[in-house]
């Protein structure tokens, strides 16, 4: 299974894929976060859902919960192998010890991922520029999730996001936090092709995350008038 990303992706986040049913009406698919679930990869191994899945195993330092060992690769290598995986998440930092997992993907047509996370801050825009071409140059997609401390901040990520598009990079971005709120429903009007809100709002996975239905209205309103 593969997802092309040529069109905006909203993605229901969830560590139990039993609730994938109540994502079904606004979402596109479901990233499954391993690393946050208590069935792990045998919950993945017995997903009968409808939604393609988006697998990611989030490391420790990039805001998981898993550590950064040969398990951790192999969970993900599996993963790729699972016929309702439509997409793999790999960190950019961790990019070298993850090529099985891509060289799999590849192998298996699924998307690769690639992304990095800043949550102390917004960096400078060639740093931002740079993260993502690197990140479009080992995956299907850059994704950049960055923290915001200002409107400017946002100003200088939704740039970006538009330039690497016109570029023809396929790119996922969004900031985090409160003033960075906003573009998780405004950033697909400058290419952004992936989305995330948590299936159930208790369990927001990052800072400022709408809920499913609301990014789905807001991104659908924004797209109609734009």
Do not use: W
């Not at 993605?11 to 894929?17: H, N, Q, S, W």
């Not at 698919?29 to 792990?40: C, F, S, W």
């Not at 960190?91 to 099985?100: D, F, M, R, T, Y």
């Amino acid at each position: 299974m593969n997802l092309s990303f040529e069109e905006f992706v909203l993605a229901a986040v969830t560590a139990d894929l039993s609730t994938e049913p109540a994502a079904r009406e606004h979402a596109d698919a479901v990233e499954y976060r391993m690393d946050l679930a208590t069935e792990g990869f045998d919950g993945l191994a017995a997903y009968d859902g409808e939604l393609p899945l988006i697998v990611t195993d989030r490391v420790e330092y990039e805001g998981g919960e898993s550590a950064d060992t040969a398990d951790r690769i192999d969970r993900l290598r599996r993963a790729v192998d699972q016929p309702a995986v439509a997409g793999v998440d790999v960190e950019l930092a961790a990019v070298e010890q993850c090529q099985p997992v891509i060289e799999a993907a590849s192998e298996a047509d699924v998307s690769v991922i690639v992304s990095a996370h800043d949550f102390e801050r917004t960096p400078e825009r060639s740093d931002l520029v740079s993260t993502l071409e690197t990140a479009c140059e080992h995956g299907a997609v850059g994704k950049l999730a960055v923290t915001a401390q200002n409107r400017a901040d946002v100003l200088d990520l939704l740039s970006v996001t538009h330039d690497q598009t016109e570029a023809g990079n396929t790119v996922a971005t969004m900031a985090m936090g409160e003033s960075g709120r906003h573009s998780r429903a405004v950033a697909p009007l400058y290419g952004s092709r992936i989305g995330y809100a948590p299936v159930d709002p208790a369990d927001a996975t990052a800072p400022g995350q709408y809920t499913l239905q609301r990014l789905r209205s807001l991104v659908e309103e924004l797209s109609s008038t734009a």
